[in-house]
Every structure is written in C-alpha cells, then in structure tokens.
C-alpha cells in the first residue's frame, strides 16, 4: 500500500497535478540589480499583472526573507552565499508546487546566481537583470544605503566598494530608468506568459 | 507610487487575496510522533484526500527539506532546532501564499514544537499527535533505524535513547495503531476541514 502512495504522488507527478490546479506552468523568476534599481517594485508590480491575468505567483524579496529564514545570516561572503543558497532552495519547493515565484534580491554576482540556477533547474530559472545606471539608483537612494556606503558607513556596499556582475546572457534586460515602469512591466509580461502559460496537450 | 503599492500589497491583504483564489484558509498541520508512528503515510493520504476536496496542499517533510534546504544541518541539538526553525518559516510562508501545509517531523521536544508554534502563529498551528506505541513503531521499522539505535550505531535516537515529549494538548491525537488506516484520516479530515473551509462571508 504504502508503494501505491508513492507511486502515485512522486514528485514529478505532484508538480504536474498542482500545475494542472492552477493552470499554469512553474517557474522562478529572478530579478538581479542594483539596490534601487527598481527590483521589489518591479516584482509587486509583476505580481499584482499576473494575478490579474489568474497566474498564482509568490514574491521572495528581502523583507519576507531576511526578518524570516534567513534572519540568522550576517553579510559575510560565506552568509551571502548561504542567504541565495536557501532562497533558491526555498523558490524550488514552491515550484515543485506548481507556483510561479518572483525573486528580487540584489545577487551581485554571478557565482551566486550560477548556484541559484543549478538548484533551482536551468529551463525554470528565468533571470530578469534589472538595468538601471548606478548614477540613477544613487540618486533614487530609497533606504538612503547609498550615502551611508559612501560615507564609509557600509563596507562592500555593491556598485560602490563591491562589484555587481553583469550577467551574461539573461532572458530579459529590462531597462528600468523608463518613468513609465508599466511600459517595463508591458515587455516583461510579453516574454514571461509564453513560459508560464498552461498547455493541457503538453505532455500528450 | 510607491507607497500605493505597498498599501495594496500589504501581507494581510495578500494572503487573503490568495485564500480567495483558492478558496481556502492556509493553516499549518504539523504531525509529531516517533520514527515510524506512520507520520509521512498519514500525510501523503491526507492530502491527496484533501485535493480530492479541492484543497491545495503541500507537504514538508525529511525527504524533501534534508535534502535542499537543510542540507548543510547535522544532527546536534543546536541544528535540530535550526532544523525546525527553518521549516517553520518555510511554512509559514508557504501559510501567507494561502496555501496550506502539511509537515511531518519527529519534533520530539515541547520547546521545538514552542518555538514552531510561536513563528507560525498559535490560531495557524494545527497539531496532531501521531501516537503509535514504541513497540509497533519498532516492529515496523522501516528504515532499519531502531534496530541501529538498539545496538548504538544511532545516538540519540527518539524513544530509545532520546526523550519524546508527549504533547500536552494537541490539537487531534491521531491513533495509529488502527489497521485500517482510512478510517484515521477520515476522523482528522472531521477535524481539518472546519478550519480550512472559506467562509467568504467572515471578513464582511
């Protein structure tokens, strides 16, 4: 009996039953940039447009992450990578149930999204490099990080004392210094529904 | 604009939108018991009985927690604690995307369970004892583990060589001896559904 149960609700066959309850194909979307870049407004924004459109999405970003899982983690190297390391465990564990996951955190390099990517599956990480130029998110400045990191008051502070990575080849560059972020939001959804959308013929 | 944003897309707001889309509360079902009470059949059967009633559940478990995002935990007390730390913010949210969770851990410590109960929040935390006695649990033995904890090869094992702290008022004890194992989960399924059922009314 116990072997029944297992063979009808591996995991595969769980991530398929759930996305054919919702409709919709999984995947993680990964939004990478700067502090002020636009990400977290970018991800509500994708958020509320999707649901809109009846896709079942979760947000990941700093604050349901940082005062929750990950609130015993500092800002060493080793607790950066461990802060992406269970981000990217955690969007996979919604993705094996069948949602569709936003991700907007800075993940300045590209070691640390190489390992988003491993964990998570290559054809279900979908990156998003947020592009918006330093000199326009410095002057955005919304937490005010970026005087404190000139100041000298927070070291490694990225695309002032640490680097930010520009990815290689990700699926979208969305320019973000356009005022009018719906016409942002108009392009990205054009390239993500293809990917999210539900074909019941699919696996025929 | 910004701050419209925000105010939309409280967390409140959000799980309710998302309980409305699946017509549901999230609550947390947090199965206890020995290894081998039958914790992760009880739960593999609850849910599919569940989504057979149109529930959207998910499932945390070892199999799918030690494995990804508790990968880098041992099995010190410092680490089993960490262990359920973890998976309480996991559910907890899984719990605010309006969906609801099923775990199942040994969690064989009042203070574990506390703290579990504590992040999740006591009106979301719905626990049941899984109490199957230590003889038919040992009997069962289906990863070998008692007979390795019998002989020392296992250290600290829960109900040989570890306390399991009964739970003091649970909020179902589920009796797993019974052969007839359907019968079990009908009587939690009595219990569940009330809590889980939408009631678009309650907020008006």
Redesign the interface.
């Known amino acids: 009996m ?1 072997s029944n ?2 063979t ?2 591996d ?1 595969i066959k769980d991530r398929q ?2 996305e054919i ?2 409709k919709q194909r999984a995947k993680v979307i990964w939004l990478t940039g700067l502090s002020g870049s636009g990400k977290t ?1 970018l991800a ?2 994708l ?2 447009r999707l ?1 809109e459109l009846n896709y ?1 999405c ?1 947000i ?1 970003d700093g604050d ?1 992450v940082r005062s ?2 990950n609130k ?1 983690l500092r800002f060493t190297n080793e607790d950066r990578m ?1 802060n992406i390391r ?1 981000i990217a ?2 969007s ?3 993705m ?2 069948g ?1 569709i996951l936003i991700c907007a955190f800075i993940s300045p390099t590209k070691k640390m999204r190489e390992m988003a990517k491993e ?1 998570i599956g290559e054809d279900n990480f979908l990156e998003i490099f947020v592009d918006t130029p330093l000199e326009i998110c410095e002057q955005r400045d ?1 937490k005010g990080l970026y005087k404190k990191a000139r100041s000298g008051e927070i070291p490694n502070f990225t695309g002032i004392s640490a680097p930010f990575e520009v990815p290689d080849n990700p699926f979208i560059v969305a320019e973000n210094s356009n005022p009018d972020i719906n016409e942002t939001v108009r392009k990205i959804l054009l390239k993500i529904v293809p990917e999210i959308r539900f074909d019941p013929t699919a696996d025929l």
């Open positions: 116990e149960i297992y009808t609700f995991k039953a759930k309850y919702l407004t509500s924004l958020e509320k649901f079942f979760q990941l349901n929750g899982i015993n461990e269970r465990e955690v996979k564990l919604f094996n149930c949602i964990i919304p």
